[in-house]
């Protein structure tokens, strides 16, 4: 949410004008530059120690940031006691029976703890994030192509066919990606309990692929095993003709003579990088998320794990694990109700991983048993997400608004499907949710016109009284008496709609249907600014207007100001979402058009 704000003062009184997202503010705005005298003594009394003041705040704030920042780069590069890294190519290769898990790869494999309170990670270097090694094979539908590497059994590449882009070189969004600098993957492996030295089939261990049956289809289905420890671990990977849904089987057979008891672990491995295409005018969550019964929707941010501050839920019965971003997730689901435990942490300069460990009952010698899971990875569409798992659609980040904006966004599914377009489907939400609030816009409309009718009066009253502040307050305070006028009238009306605009708001930032989703004419995609600025510009002028109808400001300043606001935020909104800004200027218009109305019968204009 981004409020913007000018202050200024003068011998005449203290000026404050404010500007929020909230449409239908213009008239509260004015009231913020107070009428009393008494109170405008009370705000800054010289201009020179205001501007002192902010110079000297931000300054402060500047160098406390570029501290903060270089701490963490500092902590990042060289952790306190972090051994080196091993080159990638003698970290990823093949792992013997008796390695030790500090030598297995990128992310060393957690050590699953399912009798503690937390999982206790084994000492991992810091790593790089080095080119991934190994053959790697295709999996594909309408929607999805998957690139799996040889090295695990990793998927690493996630292209989304259904969701073009202009920020990726194919054109289409590459939610996985192997290369460095993008480094962001789906691992799979086992792992042994703590305090046993056996070295399972993990993410790091190189895996061969195997014949398919008679009726597996090569395109979408896959099967890699390997062996290691007195355990074969065969993947199945497989994907619908279309969807982002991989279903992916972990099989253990015990090829020893001992009764093993083997641990799954599910994880990503990501850098904290922002996707491309990211905007710099509004934030989005980027980074882990785990929901369960016990702890419902958490987010984890990068910093915090970065300061080993992370909280979540550790133990749960039940659950998913995903990696949120704008518009996109991947999720881990689980296809059962057993005992879990999650992680995640820092494995490099960086690099983030976040995990799910579920512990397979003992498996005999010559047995075997199989563990179905989901991996998601696609847009946060929420029907199909709910469809998922339980809780999963919550992804879809609507903030501390959620029980207000999942609402909205039925409304505006429901207006969509009658119009067949999310643009006009925005216009009709937005001019319904303003003919809902009509009573409290009307009574605020009502008494912004009362205000400007004794707006002359007010003016006439300071030059009568010049600078006996005492008497001109009481002759204000008697004037409102008598014409019975609440100068504060115009605001609360307003701030009561304030939470269901946040939250309409939210809902067209978030929802990834805004993504390519043409309106009219120039608009073809309804989550990217507006080519050619011209609904900022239309919206600039019916803020030109709202600001022409309300009650003149009784200073000179702040009517300057009040007229400079329009052309200030316009540029502002240059750079957001054109849905955004066409609900804004809608509901700017249906806000001109009640206030026209309602001074228009009482005389004012």
């Known amino acids: 949410m981004v409020f913007f704000g000018v202050v200024a003062s003068r011998p005449s009184g203290f000026v404050v004008a404010t500007h929020g997202v909230v449409p239908g503010g213009t008239q509260c705005r004015h009231l913020l530059a107070l009428h009393s005298p008494r109170l405008i003594d009370k705000g800054i009394m010289d201009t020179r120690r205001t501007i002192l003041l902010m110079v000297l705040i931000g300054s402060l704030f500047l160098l406390w940031d570029a501290w903060h920042r270089q701490s963490i780069t500092t902590q990042a590069v060289t952790p306190a006691g972090a051994p080196t890294a091993a080159p990638f190519g003698e970290a990823d290769g093949p792992v013997s029976p008796g390695a030790t898990a500090s030598n297995q790869g990128p992310s060393a494999l957690p050590t699953p703890t399912l009798s503690s309170s937390a999982p206790a990670p084994i000492s991992t270097p810091a790593v790089d994030a080095a080119p991934i090694s190994g053959n790697l094979l295709t999996l594909r539908n309408q929607d999805l192509l998957l690139e799996v590497s040889t090295v695990g059994g990793n998927v690493v590449t996630a292209k989304l066919l259904d969701q073009r882009s202009d920020n990726y070189e194919d054109g289409v969004v590459r939610l996985f990606d192997g290369r460095p600098t993008r480094r962001y993957e789906a691992q799979s492996g086992l792992v042994a309990s703590a305090g046993r030295t056996e070295s399972y089939p993990n993410h790091t261990l190189v895996f061969v692929p195997q014949p398919l049956k008679s009726n597996q289809d090569p395109l979408r289905t896959l099967v890699l095993a390997a062996e290691s420890g007195g355990l074969k671990l065969i993947k199945t990977l497989s994907i619908e003709p279309a969807g982002h849904a991989v279903r992916i089987s972990h099989t253990v057979l015990n090829t020893g003579a001992d009764t093993l008891a083997p641990n799954l672990y599910l994880q990503f491995l990501r850098t904290g990088d922002s996707a491309p295409g990211e905007s710099d005018f509004y934030h989005t969550f980027t980074g882990p998320a785990i ?34 971003q704008h518009y996109f997730v991947s999720a881990w689901v689980l296809q059962n109700q057993a005992p879990r435990e999650f992680y995640t942490r820092r494995v490099g300069d960086n690099l983030y991983t976040a995990g799910v460990i579920q512990a397979f009952a003992p498996v005999s010698p010559g047995a075997q048993q199989t563990h179905e899971v989901t991996l998601y990875a696609g847009p946060q569409a929420q029907r199909v997400l709910e469809a998922l798992a339980p809780g999963l659609e919550l992804v879809v980040d609507y903030g501390f608004l959620t029980f207000l904006s999942q609402p909205i966004y039925w409304l505006l599914e429901q207006l969509h499907k009658l119009v067949a377009n999310w643009g006009w489907a925005i216009v009709l939400l937005t001019v319904l949710i303003k003919l809902a609030f009509y009573p409290l816009s009307a009574a605020s409309y009502k008494s912004m016109a009362k205000m400007k009718a004794v707006s002359p009066r007010l003016l006439a009253l300071r030059e009568r009284y010049g600078s006996d502040k005492a008497k001109l307050n009481q002759a204000m305070m008697e004037l409102y008496k008598t014409e019975k006028i609440n100068p504060l009238g115009g605001c609360l009306p307003v701030i009561i709609q304030i939470p269901v605009f946040l939250a309409l708001y939210w809902v067209l930032l978030a929802s990834v249907e805004m993504r390519n989703a043409p309106w009219a004419l120039w608009i073809s995609d309804l989550s990217t600014p507006d080519p050619y600025y011209i609904l900022p510009v239309v919206m600039a002028i019916t803020m030109f207007i709202q600001t022409k109808l309300n009650p003149a400001p009784p200073d000179p300043l702040q009517a300057k100001v009040m007229m400079f606001m329009p052309i200030v935020f316009s540029v502002f909104f240059f750079f957001f979402p054109s849905g955004l800004v066409l609900y804004w200027l809608v509901n700017n218009v249906v806000s001109i058009a009640q206030q026209w109305m309602i001074m228009k019968r009482m005389n004012v204009v």
């Open 291 to 324: 929901f369960t019964e016990q702890g419902k929707f958490q987010k984890i941010s990068f910093s915090d794990i970065e300061k080993g501050k992370q909280d979540h839920v550790k133990q749960a019965n039940d659950g998913w694990l995903a990696f949120v």
